[in-house]
DNA sequence: AACCAGGTCTCGA
DNA sequence: TCGAGACCTGGT
């Protein structure tokens, strides 16, 4: 399948979607309750899965025109750096429940640990799709059997997490009309949710909810933003800035700069 | 063995 | 609206 420009490594380690793993030179992943397993064979990726071509494309943004996004996002030579040096790193559509359940676990957590718990949460309500491979589940399978929450190692996220599941299931959140709305009034709608705050707000508009001027801002992105472009002060102040100076794709520049202090990270880490 | 993590909540100014 | 502290738990 053509998927366009991919980096597959880049695109699906950055951090961005906690259910790929790397096995034997192959990408496998769950998406909308199915199996897909990836590999690249020159220009183009070999999909393995029962999922359509459009629900594939869809996922992994093909209607983007990231030719034109890229040169939108090139307003100085530290990005352009960036989109040279990760060239084929891309953003994922990803199904709104799934991902803004994930991000409220992602809270004051490392990426390991993230991982650990969805994973966890996977296996003890979601549908088994094959031999240790599970379903995220859905709203309904937790609520069922909501007693076994305690058992993901979640930690105060537990609650609110078991909350979320619930206000979903009894149709409190709409994320077909706040893709619809506008980013202000999106944001605005997910922070009333225990658990989500501007920063998880803005990864939930931005990698499930189309909103690609969201620009999420934990402590690295906070640090390159000080130390880098001379800008510090309040979440809503930053991002204000970071929509401003990035443009209406921001959040795309915002991955790059994530994957960049990822990777700055890894390569310290290998050193000890 | 400490330190820290893709933050959020609560509370007070 | 904004800044300061507390906070489950496990990876490194």
């Known amino acids: 399948m053509d998927l366009g420009e991919i980096d597959l490594d880049h695109t699906l380690s950055c951090g961005q979607a906690f259910r790929w793993r790397k096995q034997e030179g192959l990408w496998k992943g769950i998406v909308a309750g199915d199996e897909v397993v990836l590999r690249k064979t020159g220009d183009e990726v070999d999909v393995q899965t029962s999922l359509s071509d459009r629900a594939v494309r869809q996922y992994f943004r093909c209607d983007?025109?990231?030719?034109?996004?890229?040169?939108?996002?090139?307003?100085?030579?530290?990005?352009?750096?960036?989109?040279?040096?990760?060239?084929?790193?891309?953003?994922l559509r990803q199904d709104p429940w799934e991902c803004s359940a994930s991000y409220i676990l992602a809270t004051y957590a490392n990426v390991p640990r993230i991982i650990q718990m969805v994973e966890k949460v996977c296996r003890a309500f979601g549908t088994k799709l094959s031999e240790g491979t599970y379903a995220f589940p859905t709203p309904d399978q937790i609520l069922k059997k909501r007693d076994r929450a305690g058992t993901c190692g979640l930690g105060y996220r537990?609650?609110?997490?078991?909350?979320?599941?619930?206000?979903?299931?009894?149709?409190?959140?709409?994320?077909?009309?706040?893709?619809?709305?506008?980013?202000?009034?999106?944001?605005?709608?997910?922070?009333?949710?225990?658990?989500?705050?501007?920063?998880?707000a803005d990864c939930v508009a931005i990698f499930s909810l189309d909103h690609l001027e969201a620009f999420p801002i934990d402590v690295r992105i906070g640090r390159v933003l000080e130390q880098r472009y001379g800008v510090q002060g309040s979440y809503r102040k930053v991002g204000a800035w970071a929509r401003e100076h990035f443009g209406c794709y921001a959040g795309y520049a915002q991955e790059f700069i994530y994957y960049d202090q990822d990777a700055r990270n890894r390569t310290v880490n290998k050193r000890r």
């Open 64 to 91: 983007d025109d990231t030719e034109a996004i890229f040169a939108d996002i090139r307003k100085d030579r530290y990005v352009a750096r960036l989109l040279r040096q990760y060239h084929g790193l891309r953003l």
């Open 158 to 200: 537990c609650d609110r997490f078991v909350e979320f599941a619930r206000s979903v299931h009894e149709g409190e959140v709409d994320f077909g009309s706040l893709k619809r709305a506008s980013y202000l009034d999106c944001i605005r709608e997910l922070v009333r949710f225990d658990g989500i705050g501007n920063k998880v």
